[in-house]
């Protein structure tokens, strides 16, 4: 069969370097689940390395062409390839609660969102590593006190401990993207339940983060917070200059003003 096409409107940037391939299948620790998903395989540079490993491998493609190729060219996905969106698709269909890892050299018009839709089902995920834009996946290991440390880097480091691993050149793509690419890792906490409402966290990280150059003072105006609560020092700061911990301590704090979510 021929080879896949890339879309552009489907982000597709297909990696045509083995190595770094490999180099990416071998991100996983394999311990804590026997399964694995592969989000947007393309036509299987990653794949094939990681059905090499002591998992079960499933896919999902969005892009038909690719899910042809991935049936005609790899026997072992059989009843394994996904045709669905990721970002729309009720993974519990296939693993009914199980653990399983999440993989991929991922469309970088949706990246973000992959991460946001990992978090929904962080209870089922202990491990998660792939490619992204380089910047994006700088984001979400960032620490406190940069431009870059948003709402991804909160969220994400709330549940995960996450780390950059090595940066990928635009040449090793077919078509080669505009910017560089990373690979980072998120593996779950051994604890990565919250000392405060979730509903909330999430709700003060956003309206915190929307307005960035403000202090919390006047960014969590919304939340029509207590005029005592508001003299806090905590409320003195922007949200970059928060760490995850503080961002919990903060939530706790607008918890025991009463204001629920």
Not at 177 to 197: N, Q
Not at 239 to 260: C, M, R
Request: aromatic share 10%; proline share 3%; glycine share 4%.
């Amino acid at each position: 069969m021929e080879k896949v096409k890339a879309k552009k409107h489907l982000g597709q940037h297909f990696l045509k370097d083995e190595s770094i391939a490999k180099a990416i299948a071998d991100t996983l620790s394999l311990k804590g689940y026997d399964e694995v998903l592969e989000i947007g395989p393309g036509m299987g540079v990653l794949t094939k390395y990681l059905l090499d490993k002591s998992v079960t491998t499933r896919v999902i493609e969005i892009d038909t062409e690719s899910v042809a190729y991935l049936d005609a060219n790899y026997p072992k996905l059989k009843d394994k390839i996904i045709s669905e969106d990721f970002l729309k698709y009720n993974i519990n269909q296939i693993y009914e609660n199980k653990q399983f890892a999440i993989i991929g050299n991922f469309p970088y018009n949706i990246s973000s969102q992959i991460v946001f839709r990992t978090l929904e089902f962080r209870d089922q995920i202990p491990e998660f590593s792939g490619m992204f834009q380089k910047e994006v996946a700088e984001r979400i290991c960032e620490k406190k006190g940069s431009k870059t440390y948003g709402i991804l880097s909160v969220l994400a480091q709330a549940f995960y401990d996450t780390e950059y691993l090595f940066t990928v050149d635009e040449n090793v793509f077919i078509p080669p993207p505009k910017v560089k690419s990373g690979v980072m890792k998120m593996t779950r906490k051994e604890d990565y339940s919250l000392p405060c409402g979730e509903k909330l966290f999430f709700t003060v990280v956003k309206t915190a983060f929307q307005q960035r150059r403000k202090t919390l003072r006047n960014s969590l105006k919304t939340l029509n917070l207590s005029d005592k609560l508001r003299e806090d020092t905590i409320f003195d700061k922007r949200p970059e200059q928060l760490s995850v911990d503080e961002f919990i301590v903060l939530t706790q704090k607008i918890e025991a003003d009463g204001v629920q979510s």
